[in-house]
């Protein structure tokens, strides 16, 4: 393949990656900077060398309408054109088509981006203006047939590729075109967002397309939201789960007259202070600005705008990092009630999705930001367990330490605790049917096992049977970290197929793991596909003989569909 992708960390629907094409690495969740050679604000090599964007996207049928450009692309290729040594996108030009005839065929466009030497090239598709049901249907079903002619016309093995998802916000069109577009070797799959819907900021509309796109492809395939470049809608859309964004918004606000804020665009009339400290601003004042020659505060806006947009996606990557998305996302919902609207029925639409790929744990605390916190999916799974595992209504505060409720600050009367004293073998055992699965924390911790407690602070740390660990108890999140002999307990208790990973049959691979090494996803040939990113896994080979112990990467139904990554972080083998 010629582009490859893996998960490097995650939080909410949102995956921290690394795109690897044709030797270049890029970053997800990635930020494409538009480029029009026509219009040229700022170059491809200062967007990389000030504003650190290693790719770009361009516009193939742009290029190839001019001839003195096209004839350039051609003799020396799209890098030297633009004077960029990164990655570079190219776009087929169906967007055109809403402006105006589009004067190309498939076939010309596909070849033209290959001949240019573009990394990632895009079919050209039928877009959507989603206009009613009819017409969004039709846009499907022709995309789809320009799908299957894209198979026949491209060259294998030369450029990666995008196929173009359509359907406009209907939930069995978007699920159609998927399994339509699915049928075809794409490398990333990108969204037609009709323009009406974000020149209407109609986010509800964008967050059902993404939503029902992420669930119904596979999770290898990277996700690209065309045409998404307002910071304050960014959070939210790599939130649902999109990985890549383009936009030539940066370019077209300034023009207009627009300074962008992570809180909403402003107008620069609207403007008695600059609310940002990237250097054309900390030089700057709004007085300034308003007077500027028209040409002299395009390119101002154009610079500052970028890294706007630049700033707004290093702060997305950080609380991803952070497991502070949804905060994130909940603080940005603030600067415009229609995206408030839009998170919560992200919230509501994207629950079962929510719950399988958003971290068991998280690096830092569940924060109240607002009347929607209630419906976030670590919060909603964690009562969910309560009642299914433990039988409880309330809330045992035996939990009173674990995840997420001893790890968060919300309203008084949210959390409704049982109130009860549990002694150290109770609260253990709560811990580890929350945990595991209902009456496994007698099996596991039995009466003749020791616990180990901190003469610091008297919580709990570690229970031991004899001389042997089973497990500790992290105090960062209140969860069992099991031990190799707490793994072979858990593991004779659970049946199968129940938190395991199955490791491939072959000798060289099971001996890497009982050394220690982490299990790959194409490594993985079947799991409990309710496995949970960031739970406590057993690793076995096909007979359910014990190989390590370690912590989750990927959901257990998307282990073994990437090629490439982590499936399993070992933590220890068998014989380490």
């Keep these: 393949m010629t582009l490859e992708f893996e998960i490097k960390d995650r939080d909410a629907g949102a995956r921290l990656g690394k795109i690897k094409v044709r030797g270049k690495n890029v970053e997800t969740p990635l930020f494409l900077p538009v480029y029009n050679p026509n219009i040229p604000i700022i170059t491809p090599s200062e967007m990389k060398e000030k504003y650190g964007f290693k790719a770009i996207m361009t516009n193939a049928y742009i290029i190839y309408k001019n001839e003195v450009l096209r004839e350039k692309a051609l003799e020396k290729g799209i890098h030297a054109l633009l004077n960029f040594d990164g990655v570079v996108f190219t776009d087929s030009g169906a967007y055109q088509s809403f402006k105006g005839r589009l004067e190309l065929r498939q076939e010309e466009i596909i070849n033209f981006q290959e001949s240019i030497d573009a990394d990632v090239g895009v079919m050209l598709d039928v877009p959507s203006r989603g206009e009613s049901f009819e017409e969004c249907r039709e846009s499907v079903i022709e995309t789809a047939k320009r799908g299957e002619e894209w198979s026949i016309l491209r060259s294998k093995d030369r450029n990666a590729w995008e196929g173009v998802i359509q359907g406009g916000a209907y939930p069995e069109l978007l699920e159609l075109s998927c399994r339509l577009m699915s049928n075809f070797d794409f490398d990333i799959l990108a969204v037609g967002v009709p323009p009406k819907y974000w020149v209407n900021y109609n986010f509800e509309f964008i967050v059902v397309q993404g939503l029902n796109s992420r669930i119904n492809i596979s999770p290898e395939k990277p996700l690209h939201a065309f045409g998404m470049g307002n ?35 402003k107008r620069v009339e609207e403007l008695d202070y600059l609310p940002c400290d990237c250097p054309l601003c900390l030089n700057t004042d709004a007085e300034e600005l308003k007077t500027m020659a028209e040409d002299e505060r395009v390119n101002f806006l154009a610079r500052h705008n970028l890294y706007m947009i630049r700033r707004e996606m290093n702060a997305i990557k950080q609380a991803i990092r952070e497991n502070r998305l949804w905060e994130l996302v909940q603080q940005r919902a603030r600067a415009h009630p229609r995206i408030l609207e839009a998170l919560i029925r992200a919230f509501k639409d994207g629950w079962n999705h929510f719950k399988t790929v958003d971290p068991i744990r998280k690096r830092s605390a569940l924060f109240y930001s607002g009347e929607e916190t209630i419906l976030r999916p670590e919060f909603r799974r964690a009562l969910e367990r309560v009642r299914e595992r433990l039988g409880c209504d309330k809330i045992p505060s035996a939990l009173s330490e674990t995840y997420p409720f001893g790890q968060c600050l919300l309203k008084s009367g949210i959390l409704n605790f049982d109130g009860k004293e549990y002694n150290d073998f109770e609260k253990i055992r709560i811990i580890a049917d929350y945990q595991f699965g209902s009456e496994v924390g007698l099996k596991l911790i039995p009466e003749d096992a020791f616990i180990e407690k901190s003469k610091r602070t008297g919580r709990i740390r570690r229970i031991w049977i004899e001389n042997m660990l089973i497990g500790a108890l992290r105090p960062s999140d209140g969860f069992i970290s099991l031990s190799l002999e707490g793994a072979f307990r858990l593991k004779r208790i659970l049946q199968p197929p129940k938190y395991r990973v199955y490791v491939a049959e072959d000798d060289e691979l099971l001996q890497m793991v009982k050394s220690g090494g982490d299990v790959f996803s194409k490594f993985v040939a079947k799991c409990d596909l309710d496995i949970i990113p960031k739970e406590e896994v057993i690793v076995v080979d096909r007979n359910d003989s014990l190989l390590a112990v370690g912590q989750a990467v990927l959901a257990g139904f998307e282990m073994g569909k990437f090629r490439r990554g982590v499936a399993v972080k070992v933590r220890r083998g068998v014989e380490k």
């Design 231 to 265: 910071p304050i809608i960014l959070p939210l859309l790599t939130a649902i789960g999109y990985d890549l964004f383009d936009s030539a918004s940066y370019a077209i606000y300034a023009k207009d007259g627009r300074y962008m804020t992570e809180w909403g665009v």
